[in-house]
């Protein structure tokens, strides 16, 4: 028997389809749930757009979701016993051809105060004021990052060093424990944004990893009700409920030549936690940072590309597979992707008002596995589930973004690459009911949007991705702006003084 190559391609296509959700991978899958430390939430990937940074790309990788700023004693550092990386693919073929690993260290003090002629060790992370050297600090995390060229297990290994302070080591901040503790935490954090030199780069990159407020919009709890909303409403008529919390950011600003290959602009990326494969609970530590023996191969336990895809799309049972898998494995996940059910379940609340595209969807074929042809699809593409960005098309500046990014004709938006404004649920809402399907990119047999452009959304936007370009309208929550310079991400919001919640959450 002699298969059709075209309709295997089309068949694997299909097959890796992610369907769109309504909630960032935020507690998407059972085994995470539990272990919040390498949860990953949001995959950030486009070109700098601060000012003199435009021949650079921002890659940041969020984890630890849902932190409220108050959440002492110990807050929220990273896991000490776990790999964080961000996979660069860049040249279509769905295998990681560069990888940025980073490790992180718990370096406790184990500070005492003197209690009845004793100096006993404190229960809290500070005794003071923090500051940059951190004497007041109980403990500090320090990190390093090596670049590993081809597979990310056995390929060629490269400690990143530290252009700012020398040698390899980059020290985390503290979390934003409160105003008193920490009087100026944007001044305090940047301390923390260190240059890189990356080996056979020709100019230094930049790094941070640290707290920031929560970038993701979102009417998270409302949608996970039903959709008790309205999703052809206005964008601005409900309230973005994680407003007021935080994140933890992986980020890392590279050189665009130290990321593309040949004549390929366009470059593909994924992050994922992984842990060792067994461990030995220490009933008896020998120290703080030992509460448990851990060995074994590293084992994938979280994995994010393309925003919304594992939280309501893959089926249950196999959410978990989805986070231990490989983009170029997504073949396997044939049954929830050929099938879509989002539009599926509009349908069944809404009815006509939210009608169901034909299948095979094409359209998400190129939207979400192997680019969009013309805009970000590399040569010779094999179906991925990825976030993909064309490096050759210019950043917008920050006051001139359009959120509904390459369907508002910001083609240096989403689904280009992904920047904090960029509204991900309208728009993957919107391309989730139709609004690609054309004579290129079929819905079944339909050659038009069966839903006519309606403008769905969750109701949630942000002010803009600027302070100076905030709109604020309905019940747009002004503190959900961002930087135009790297981190991106904005201050975390603190964890005191105390401040009554907005009326409309």
């Known amino acids: 028997m002699h298969r059709n190559p075209l309709r295997a391609a089309i068949m694997l296509a299909v097959a890796s389809t992610p369907l769109l959700a309504f909630g960032s991978s935020h507690r998407e899958a059972p085994f995470i749930i539990g272990s919040p430390k390498v949860d990953g939430t949001d ?137 008193k503790s920490i009087p100026d935490y944007a001044a305090y954090a940047n301390n923390f944004i260190y240059e890189t030199n990356i080996p056979n780069c020709a100019s230094n990159g930049r790094v941070f990893v640290g707290q920031r407020k929560e970038g993701f919009v979102v009417n998270l709890g409302e949608i996970f009700d039903l959709v008790n909303t309205n999703p052809a409403g206005p964008r601005d008529g409900e309230a973005n409920i994680i407003a007021d919390d935080n994140i933890t950011s992986i980020a890392l600003e590279v050189p665009i030549s130290c990321l593309t290959r040949d004549d390929e602009p366009i470059i593909g990326a994924w992050t994922t936690a992984s842990v060792r494969q067994a461990r030995l609970l220490n009933p008896v530590p020998s120290s703080p940072k030992r509460a448990s023996i851990e060995g074994g191969a590293w084992t994938q336990v979280s994995r994010l590309g393309m925003p919304l895809v594992n939280e309501v799309v893959i089926g249950l049972p196999d959410k978990d597979r989805f986070n231990a898998s490989n983009p170029r494995d997504d073949a396997q996940f044939l049954t929830y992707v050929t099938n879509p059910t989002l539009p599926v379940l509009l349908n069944v609340l809404f009815g006509n008002a939210a009608l169901v595209p034909q299948s095979p969807r094409n359209d998400l074929v190129a939207a979400f596995l192997t680019g969009i042809p013309g805009l970000n699809q590399p040569a010779n593409v094999r179906p991925a589930e990825m976030l993909r960005l064309n490096t050759s098309i210019a950043p917008t500046p920050a006051a001139a973004q359009k959120d509904l990014g390459v369907l508002a004709g910001d083609n240096a938006g989403f689904p280009n690459g992904r920047r904090p404004v960029d509204d991900v649920v309208d728009i993957e809402l919107r391309v989730a009911e139709g609004v690609l399907c054309s004579s290129a990119l079929k819905c079944g047999t339909q050659t038009s949007d069966p839903n006519k452009g309606t403008p769905y959304t969750d109701g949630a936007r942000a002010a803009g991705a600027v302070a100076s370009a905030a709109v604020v309208t309905g019940a747009v929550d002004p503190t959900d702006v961002y930087l135009d310079v790297f981190p991106y991400l904005a201050t975390p919001v603190p964890g005191s003084p105390n401040t009554p919640m907005a009326s409309t959450r």
């Open 43 to 179: 995959l950030y990937m486009f070109r700098s757009y601060e000012s003199g940074r435009d021949g650079y790309v921002t890659l940041i990788a969020n984890y630890v979701p849902l932190q409220a700023a108050y959440g002492g004693p110990n807050y929220f550092p990273l896991e000490s016993k776990a790999l964080y990386e961000i996979h660069i693919d860049n040249n279509g073929d769905a295998r990681e051809d560069i990888t940025f690993q980073f490790r992180f260290d718990d370096n406790y003090k184990n500070l005492t105060v003197p209690a009845g002629g004793k100096d006993v060790p404190v229960p809290l992370i500070n005794i003071g004021q923090i500051d940059p050297a951190a004497k007041n600090l109980n403990m500090v995390q320090t990190y390093s990052v090596t670049m590993v060229r081809s597979g990310r297990r056995g390929g060629s290994f490269h400690r990143i060093g530290n252009a700012t302070s020398g040698g390899d080591v980059f020290t985390k901040p503290a979390d934003n424990i409160g105003n």
